[in-house]
């Protein structure tokens, strides 16, 4: 089946420091993507949806400077959280829309603790 | 809005039990109803969905009626194995699947031999 590839798995950073987090469609074109967080004991939550080739489109209360989603290419997508701080926290994870089939997927997620 | 309510876990039963993993929705219209799961180190993965009241999603014999009198979408097993622990997550669509999903919190079930 189609899968998702998300990476890293897990990250550790210091307060003030960027990280980035990429989810592949490795072996289907992902016009949309979706990125979701979840904080401990509370729903995923999402908080953009990525477009290839086009501005992603954020939830409310999320910050599209803080959070920057790059969508360059039918396979990738990446989230960047910039100047990370420990309430920061959290587990991310994206999915993807087939182009062919309107199927959604999901990547395994990725835990970042800040510290 | 729309919200999930998902029984909170963790779930905690003898292989061969019967499970029942309650979820209960608020919408505006008419949302289509999901079950997915989540297996250690993999992404979530669809279990079965239902789009319209009374319909039943079925899959690996995990099943969930879609009762509209009762915003419910309640996941049942008749015996349990020990490879269906995971999380599971209850969610809802105003779509078919691929549009914006709202989650409930997630219920871990550990299923001992």
């Known amino acids: 089946g189609a899968v998702v590839s998300q990476h890293p798995s897990w990250v550790i950073c210091k307060s003030g420091t960027s990280v980035k987090i990429e989810c592949r469609s490795l072996?289907?074109?992902?016009?949309?993507m979706f990125w979701y967080r979840q904080f401990p004991k509370q729903s995923l939550m999402l908080m953009a949806t990525?477009?290839?080739?086009?501005?992603?489109?954020?939830e409310q209360g999320v910050e599209k400077d803080k959070f920057l989603i790059n969508h360059a290419s039918l396979t990738l997508s990446t989230l960047t959280v910039t100047s990370a701080h420990p309430e920061d926290s959290s587990f991310y994870i994206c999915?993807?829309?087939?182009?062919?089939?309107?199927?959604?997927?999901f990547g395994s997620g990725t835990q970042l603790s800040v510290l | 809005g729309n919200s999930v309510t998902q029984m909170e876990g963790p779930v905690t039963l003898s292989e061969e039990a019967f499970l029942t993993i309650n979820c209960t929705y608020t919408?505006?219209?008419?949302?289509?109803l999901f079950w997915y799961v989540q297996y250690p180190g993999e992404g979530l993965q669809l279990l079965l969905k239902?789009?319209?009241?009374?319909d039943k999603g079925s899959n690996k014999g995990f099943e969930a009626t879609y009762r509209k009198e009762t915003t419910s979408f309640h996941l049942e097993k008749g015996s349990v194995q020990v490879s269906d622990s995971a999380v599971y997550f209850c969610?809802?669509?105003?779509?078919?699947?691929?549009?914006?999903?709202?989650f409930g919190t997630g219920t871990r079930l550990t299923i001992i031999p």
């Open positions: 072996d289907f074109q992902a016009t949309t």
């Open positions: 919408a505006t219209g008419y949302p289509s």
């Open positions: 999915s993807a829309v087939d182009a062919t089939n309107e199927k959604l997927f």
């Open positions: 969610a809802l669509s105003l779509g078919f699947g691929n549009e914006k999903l709202t």
């Open positions: 990525s477009n290839e080739g086009s501005k992603a489109t954020y």
């Open positions: 239902a789009t319209k009241a009374d």
